[in-house]
C-alpha cells in the first residue's frame, strides 16, 4: 500500500452537513475541543447557513466554509481535494452518500460518516474498497453510537482474555435516549429496503476474499433471560454485529475462532415484549409507502431532541467476554447515545485519523482496525467510559 500524500491539502478535516442536527453538535465539539493547530472547514449546500454557523463558533472567523452538493460530483470530488479528512452527516447515506465515498476512495482522502445502513457499507465495499486501497485512503463507516461503543468495547474486551485461544463476547445495550428526523429518515429508508440490503451482503460475500485459517462470526442470538446481566436479552440486528465481526477479521488479537453477539437487554418482561411489538409494527409500516411518509413527517430533517432531553439520556453496553478458562465483564457507558455522545465520537474519530500514529491500514476499515486503542483513550479522556467490571 503506498499512501497518496496529502500534507499539502488546505484543511486537515473538512466536516460535511456542518448545517444538521449532529453536524451542528459536531461543529461545536471540534470548536471547543480540537488542538489550536487543527485546519478545518465546515461544508454543505447552504453557504449562508454555514456562515451563521461558523459566526456562532468559539474562533469561527478562522473555520473555513466550503459549499457542496451531493447532485454535484465536480463539487464532493473539489471538496475531497481539499482535506486530509472529511466527515460527513449526510444521510440517509445509501441516498446521498456514494459520490463523495468515491472521491475520497480516488483522491486518498480519508473518510468517515455516521451511517447505520449495513446496505451502504456493503455497496462501498463492493465499489470504492480497492480504489481506497491503492491511493491509501480509510474508508470508516458507522462511527457513532453505530457502531464505536459496540466495536471498541468489544475490541477492550477482547484484550482482557487470553492471546491464542477461542473466545466469545455478547454485548448488552441499554439506553434512555429519543432520536432525530436525519436518524428517523435514515432508519425507515433502511427497513423499507430488506431485500436490497440482502443482495448488497451476498454481492459483498461474492467479492470479499475468505479469513484463511481463523474464523470470525456474528450469529443472531435468541430471545432469553441473561443471568449475566439480570435482564431480557433481545437479539439486536443493527449493524454493530457485523462491524464487530470486520474487526475480529481484521485483527489476529480476537485469536483463531471469535463470536460476537449483540442484545438489547431490557429489565422487565412486559417492557421487552411492547418493545419487541413496536419495532415490529415500524418494521412493517417502513414497507407500505404511505405509512413510511407518515411516520417520517413526524421529525423533520435539522430536529431532534432538547438540549434538557439530551442532558438526562445516557447509554450503557456491557459485554461478557470468555475463553481460555477466563471470563470477563466490562462495560462501555456515557451520556446522550445519539447526539451528543454521537458527536464526540465522530469528532475525536476525525481527530485521531488526522493526527494519531496509527496502525497503517487503507480501504474500508472499522474503527477498532483503523484506530482502536488510541481512539478509546481519545474517547476516554473525552468523558466515556471503558472499564472492567470483573474478572475471572
Ligand atoms: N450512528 C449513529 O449513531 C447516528 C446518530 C445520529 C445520526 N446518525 C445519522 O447521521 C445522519 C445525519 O443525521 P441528522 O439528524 O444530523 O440529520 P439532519 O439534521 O437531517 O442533517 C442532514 C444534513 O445533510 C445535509 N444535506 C441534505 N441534503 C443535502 C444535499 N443535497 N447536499 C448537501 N448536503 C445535504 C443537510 O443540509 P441542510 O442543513 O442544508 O439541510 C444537513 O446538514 C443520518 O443519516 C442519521 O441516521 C447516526
Given amino acids: ?28 465539539y471540534l470548536a471547543a475541543h480540537a488542538p489550536g493547530e487543527l485546519r478545518w472547514a465546515v461544508a454543505g449546500r447552504d453557504e449562508a447557513k454555514l456562515r451563521a454557523l461558523t459566526g456562532r463558533l468559539p474562533r469561527g472567523a478562522e473555520i473555513g466554509v466550503l459549499t457542496a452538493d451531493v447532485s454535484d460530483p465536480a463539487s464532493l470530488r473539489r471538496l475531497a481535494g481539499h482535506a486530509r479528512v472529511v466527515a460527513s452527516t449526510v444521510g440517509p447515506y445509501v441516498r446521498y452518500g456514494e459520490e463523495l465515498v468515491a472521491a475520497c476512495a480516488d483522491l486518498g482522502t480519508d473518510y468517515l460518516d455516521l451511517t447505520g445502513e449495513p446496505e451502504f457499507v456493503d455497496l462501498m465495499y463492493v465499489r470504492h474498497d480497492a480504489r481506497a486501497r491503492e491511493t491509501g485512503a480509510r474508508l470508516v463507516h458507522a462511527c457513532g453510537f453505530d457502531s464505536v461503543p459496540h466495536d471498541l468495547g468489544a475490541y477492550f474486551t477482547v484484550q482482557q482474555l487470553p492471546e491464542g485461544v477461542p473466545l466469545t463476547v455478547d454485548g448488552y445495550v441499554t439506553a434512555d435516549a429519543a432520536f432525530s428526523g436525519g436518524t428517523l429518515s435514515s432508519a425507515l429508508n433502511q427497513l423499507a429496503r430488506g431485500r436490497q440490503m440482502l443482495a448488497a451482503a451476498r454481492d459483498r460475500g461474492r467479492h470479499e476474499p475468505r479469513l484463511m485459517g481463523r474464523r470470525a462470526s456474528a450469529p443472531t442470538g435468541a430471545p432469553r433471560f441473561a443471568k449475566e446481566v439480570g435482564a431480557w436479552a433481545l437479539p439486536l440486528p443493527t449493524i454493530d454485529a457485523q462491524i464487530v465481526r470486520r474487526s475480529a477479521k481484521a485483527l489476529d488479537r480476537y485469536g483463531p475462532d471469535f463470536r460476537y453477539r449483540h442484545y438489547a437487554a431490557v429489565r422487565r418482561l412486559p417492557v421487552a415484549l411492547g418493545g ?7 418494521a412493517a409500516a417502513a414497507q407500505i409507502p404511505p405509512a413510511r411518509r407518515w411516520l417520517s413527517g413526524r421529525l423533520q430533517p435539522g430536529e431532534g431532541p432538547s438540549a434538557e432531553k439530551r442532558a438526562k439520556s445516557w447509554f450503557k453496553v456491557r459485554f461478557v467476554g470468555e475463553g481460555g478458562g477466563r471470563r470477563v465483564f466490562t462495560e ?19 481527530l485521531s485519523l488526522a493526527f494519531d500514529d496509527l496502525p497503517p491500514t487503507a480501504g474500508q476499515v472499522t474503527t477498532a482496525a483503523a484506530m482502536g486503542n488510541a481512539l478509546t483513550e481519545r474517547l476516554r479522556e473525552a468523558g466515556i467510559t471503558f472499564r472492567v467490571a470483573a474478572a475471572f
Fill in 1 to 28: 500500500m503506498s499512501r497518496l500524500n496529502t500534507t499539502d491539502r488546505p484543511y486537515d478535516i473538512v466536516l460535511f452537513g456542518a448545517t444538521g442536527f449532529v453536524g451542528t453538535l459536531t461543529a461545536e
Fill in 276 to 282: 419487541v411489538a413496536a419495532v415490529g409494527a415500524v
Fill in 332 to 350: 462501555v457507558a456515557g451520556g446522550d447515545p445519539g447526539y451528543g455522545e454521537t458527536a464526540k465520537m465522530f469528532a475525536e474519530a476525525a
